[in-house]
Nanobody
């Protein structure tokens, strides 16, 4: 399995950005997907996840502002990010795990495939 993340960039506080992650090499429908982020000097943390069946999970810090979705036809998972603030500045990583269950979406060690990361910088 290979993951290719894109869509990062520089955005002003209050703005929006959409990240994309394409999965290749295996049937997309078998996989649950997650987004994590890592700010400078901090641990990588869970942002959002979606199971193969479409169940979604969010961290408290992004709930109500971010939306994760998936497009089976494009083998792509998206992270729509609204109302961005400086605390959202980080490198964002997508991750995948075949058959991941809902309760494991937020657990970093549950995933066995990671994308290369895309930088999101929010200016105040």
């Amino acid at each position: 399995v290979q993951l290719q993340a894109s869509g990062g960039g520089l955005v002003q506080a209050g703005g929006s950005l959409t990240l994309s992650c394409i999965l290749s090499g295996r049937p997309f429908s078998d996989y649950g997907m997650g987004w994590f982020r890592q700010a400078a000097g901090k641990e990588r943390e869970f942002v959002a996840g979606i199971t193969w069946s479409g169940s979604r999970s969010y961290s408290d810090s992004v709930k109500g502002r971010f939306t994760i979705s998936r497009d089976r036809a494009k083998s792509t998972v998206y992270l729509q990010m609204n109302s961005l603030d400086s605390g959202d500045t980080a490198v964002y990583y997508c991750a995948a795990k075949r058959g991941i269950i809902y309760s494991s979406l937020g657990v970093r060690s549950s995933y066995d495939c990671w994308g290369q990361g895309t930088q999101v910088t929010v200016s105040s």
